[in-house]
């Protein structure tokens, strides 16, 4: 009995299109590792500068910032009063004079906030105790500075309401240190209670395992010259390798006429990323995802 020939197998193209696909996102993912490394290298060297900056300067930087702030200070009474030369505001140099007249307070509160922030973070538990009446402080100096300041545009407009403000803020401005110093304290015994009180969560870097992708074995048959993306000479993806080995060209040349073609509409970076999904990969070669 004779038997019937068998039919050779047809490679399935849906199977060989979700490879390729796998292998596409399997790329991404370690293009954006890549680029996440590299970024992650960058912060870790700016952090070592500004650690060796901080140990070098140590206790003068909060007296640098306050310096700024001053500077900063003056450039803006100088601009208010550029201002209110230009447009007749009179308030705009009543505030420019409110500024300048205490100058001295507000340097010396800048400095008072910048040593609070650098000890709070040098001496952790040592200044804890002290932080709520320092806020209390620092709440009850800006609180000056913005009455003053409203007092200054309701002279100008005569709102009712913020008449109103004004008043009551004034009435109540030591229950107000007191309700910050309370509020601060409050929070402070929660945390005490809850043992959460300056946690030092250390950051841990863990990077998982990359995983290679299976190389599929091709069934033999007739020797057909096929399109992959090169493993071995690739920047990105392999496609423009992939294109110099198939034609047996300069791949420089297939990268600069890729170049080019991106200045067209974009059409250059489509066509990429299309052929980087269809064409498949190279399986002579080494690839390291």
């Given at each position: 009995?004779?038997?019937?020939?068998?039919k050779k197998a047809?490679?399935?193209?849906?199977?060989?299109?979700?490879?390729?696909?796998?292998?596409?996102?399997?790329?991404?993912k370690h293009l954006?590792?890549?680029?996440?490394?590299?970024?992650?290298?960058?912060?870790?060297?700016?952090?070592?500068?500004?650690?060796?900056?901080?140990?070098?300067?140590?206790?003068?930087?909060?007296?640098?910032?306050?310096?700024?702030?001053?500077?900063?200070?003056?450039?803006?009474?100088?601009?208010?009063?550029?201002?209110?030369?230009?447009?007749?505001?009179?308030?705009?140099?009543?505030?420019?004079?409110?500024?300048?007249?205490?100058?001295?307070?507000?340097?010396?509160?800048?400095?008072?906030?910048?040593?609070?922030?650098?000890?709070?973070?040098r001496w952790g538990?040592?200044?804890?105790?002290?932080?709520?009446?320092?806020?209390?402080?620092?709440?009850?100096?800006?609180?000056?500075?913005?009455?003053?300041?409203?007092?200054?545009?309701?002279?100008?407009?005569?709102?009712?309401?913020?008449?109103?403000?004004?008043?009551?803020?004034?009435?109540?401005?030591?229950?107000?240190?007191?309700?910050?110093?309370?509020?601060?304290?409050?929070?402070?015994?929660?945390?005490?209670?809850?043992?959460?009180?300056?946690?030092?969560?250390?950051?841990?870097?863990?990077?998982?395992?990359?995983?290679?992708?299976?190389?599929?074995?091709?069934?033999?048959?007739?020797?057909?010259?096929?399109?992959?993306?090169?493993?071995?000479?690739?920047?990105?993806?392999?496609?423009?390798?992939?294109?110099?080995?198939?034609?047996?060209?300069?791949?420089?040349?297939?990268?600069?006429?890729?170049?080019?073609?991106?200045?067209?509409?974009?059409?250059?970076?489509?066509?990429?990323?299309?052929?980087?999904?269809?064409?498949?990969?190279?399986?002579?070669?080494?690839?390291?995802?």
């Amino acid at each position: 009995m004779a038997t019937r020939p068998r039919k050779k197998a047809i490679p399935n193209r849906a199977n060989e299109l979700d490879k390729q696909l796998n292998d596409f996102k399997m790329e991404i993912k370690h293009l954006g590792e890549r680029v996440k490394e590299v970024a992650e290298r960058n912060v870790e060297v700016c952090e070592h500068h500004s650690q060796e900056f901080r140990t070098y300067s140590g206790s003068i930087n909060p007296l640098l910032i306050s310096l700024f702030s001053l500077l900063g200070l003056v450039f803006t009474i100088w601009l208010l009063g550029i201002v209110a030369f230009f447009t007749n505001m009179s308030f705009l140099s009543n505030i420019a004079t409110f500024f300048e007249n205490n100058l001295g307070i507000l340097f010396a509160f800048a400095i008072f906030s910048a040593y609070r922030h650098h000890f709070t973070i040098r001496w952790g538990h040592s200044i804890i105790p002290l932080l709520p009446i320092l806020s209390g402080l620092e709440a009850l100096i800006v609180i000056w500075i913005l009455l003053h300041l409203a007092e200054i545009v309701n002279a100008q407009w005569g709102s009712a309401m913020l008449t109103a403000v004004i008043f009551w803020t004034n009435l109540s401005f030591w229950w107000i240190f007191g309700a910050v110093v309370f509020l601060g304290y409050f929070i402070l015994l929660l945390k005490l209670a809850t043992g959460n009180v300056v946690m030092a969560a250390k950051k841990t870097k863990t990077r998982a395992k990359q995983k290679r992708a299976p190389v599929r074995k091709l069934s033999k048959g007739p020797q057909i010259k096929r399109l992959y993306r090169s493993g071995e000479d690739k920047m990105i993806g392999g496609v423009c390798g992939g294109l110099a080995e198939y034609f047996e060209i300069d791949p420089t040349l297939v990268r600069l006429a890729w170049a080019v073609s991106v200045f067209f509409w974009g059409t250059g970076v489509l066509a990429y990323i299309l052929a980087w999904i269809i064409v498949p990969r190279n399986p002579k070669h080494k690839w390291d995802y």
